[in-house]
């Protein structure tokens, strides 16, 4: 077990709507990641977010959005739900900022699929 | 842009049946190099990071290689258990933990 935790584990919405994915990080890491893994292909990623800022975005359009709250956990956003946003969401926490490159740690993602 | 490139796409093997799974990446600016394992509907679990040329790390019958411009994930007498996506992951940024994953091959190990 990783420690990082992903709220809801799967999730149906209509094009058009509006959804809010959690994550809560694991104890003592300060960043979060976001991706986007689309059935068959590696984990996109969309944003970055360290000590509550935003520390890096992907390709993602504007109406992909985040959170981190002081605690570290954090929130992605996604406004006008298209068809091609059904994916498994992940979030990865780690110790961001560090001197060398450390793992990620990822939690079991969420499954949205979008009718 | 930076590129990581995986192969096979895809591996069948007998049990016992030993093999190498290779991971290309873009070699400017390397900080680290990350080797993942997904099972279906999950989440990736990592498995070893290697920072630079000549590198080695070993788990179970799993040993993960780095090379100039490579990096091979190489399995010894696979065990149906083993049957899963392996991802590779490069990071370059400093500051920014950004992954560049390749697309996985996905391993199927027969009883």
């Known amino acids: 077990e990783t420690g990082v935790t992903q709220s809801p584990t799967h999730l149906i919405k209509t094009r058009g709507q509006q959804v809010t994915l959690r994550c809560s990080s694991q104890?003592?890491?300060?960043?979060v990641s976001w991706y986007q893994q689309a059935l068959g292909q590696g984990p996109q990623f969309i944003f970055q977010?360290?000590?509550?800022?935003?520390?890096g975005r992907g390709n993602f359009p504007p109406r992909f959005s985040g959170l981190q709250f002081p605690n570290y956990s954090s929130e992605l956003n996604v406004n006008a739900l298209e068809l091609d946003d059904s994916a498994l969401y992940l979030c990865?926490?780690?110790?961001?900022?560090?001197?060398?490159?450390?793992?990620?740690?990822f939690g079991q993602g969420t499954r949205l699929t979008v009718v | 842009e930076d590129q990581v490139t995986q192969s096979p796409e895809a591996l069948r093997l007998q049990e016992g049946e030993s093999s190498s799974l290779n991971c290309s990446y873009t070699?400017?600016?390397?900080?680290?190099l990350f080797w993942y394992r997904q099972d279906p509907g999950k989440g990736p679990e990592f498995l070893f990071t290697?920072?630079?040329a000549g590198e080695e790390k070993e788990k179970e019958r799993l040993k993960a290689t780095l090379t100039k411009k490579e990096s091979f994930l190489h399995i010894t007498a696979p065990k149906p258990e083993d049957s899963a996506t392996y991802l590779c992951?490069?990071?370059?940024?400093?500051?920014?933990?950004?992954?560049?994953f390749g697309t996985g091959t996905r391993l199927t190990i027969i009883p």
């Open positions: 992951a490069a990071s370059y940024n400093f500051g920014n933990e950004k992954l560049t």
């Open positions: 070699v400017s600016g390397l900080r680290g």
């Open positions: 104890s003592g890491h300060n960043t």
């Open positions: 990865a926490s780690s110790l961001g900022r560090h001197a060398i490159a450390t793992e990620a740690f």
């Open positions: 290697l920072y630079s």
């Open positions: 977010y360290y000590r509550e800022e935003e520390n």
